[in-house]
């Protein structure tokens, strides 16, 4: 018992140990107490709230003429109460998925990549055209309007999320 003492759930249960051996129930205490922390582990588990950013109204801009290049915009909402960041971007449907921000710095529009996009709680990223929007490259088979797909974004913690993406024609 003395190298569970660190353990939530065993802190809670030792003076249940206490009482039991001063009742002389020693044979039982350690199934009782494993017992206790088997049912306290779903307790403890259940007070961290797993919170993921969610992709809203995602599309993608093809280019006329089949351009080996596409660019994707949404809005990204964080109902979290922690901040998130984006740090990298995937796609089944294309060879690279990046982060950019189109900038007009000095009367000249500068495109850059992002290494990572820090959403706040209870705030939203929004990728639109002239601005913070994902380039889609080198898709892996030609993507028609109404196409949905799925873009993964890896999260700073490790954690990924899922995004839906439609097609749509170019302008």
């Not at 199934?31 to 969610?54: F, S």
């Not at 901040?83 to 007009?104: D, F, Q, W």
Request: hydrophobic share 45%.
């Amino acid at each position: 018992m003395d190298a569970m003492r660190g353990w939530p759930a065993v802190k809670l249960l030792q003076p249940v140990a206490v009482i039991m051996q001063r009742m002389k129930i020693t044979r039982l205490a350690p199934l009782v107490l494993a017992l206790g922390a088997v049912m306290a582990v779903p307790a403890i588990a259940r007070t961290k709230v797993d919170c993921t950013p969610q992709v809203q109204q995602g599309w993608i801009r093809l280019l006329p003429g089949g351009m080996p290049m596409h660019a994707g915009f949404g809005r990204i909402d964080n109902a979290c109460a922690q901040p998130v960041t984006i740090v990298g971007a995937k796609s089944a449907s294309y060879g690279e998925v990046e982060l950019h921000e189109s900038r007009n710095v000095d009367g000249v529009n500068r495109m850059r990549q992002l290494k990572e996009l820090r959403i706040a709680p209870k705030e939203a990223a929004v990728l639109k055209p002239g601005g913070m929007h994902l380039m889609l490259m080198d898709p892996v088979k030609p993507v028609k309007p109404g196409a949905r797909i799925a873009i993964v974004f890896t999260l700073s913690d490790g954690r990924e999320m899922l995004g839906e993406f439609i097609a749509r024609k170019p302008d």
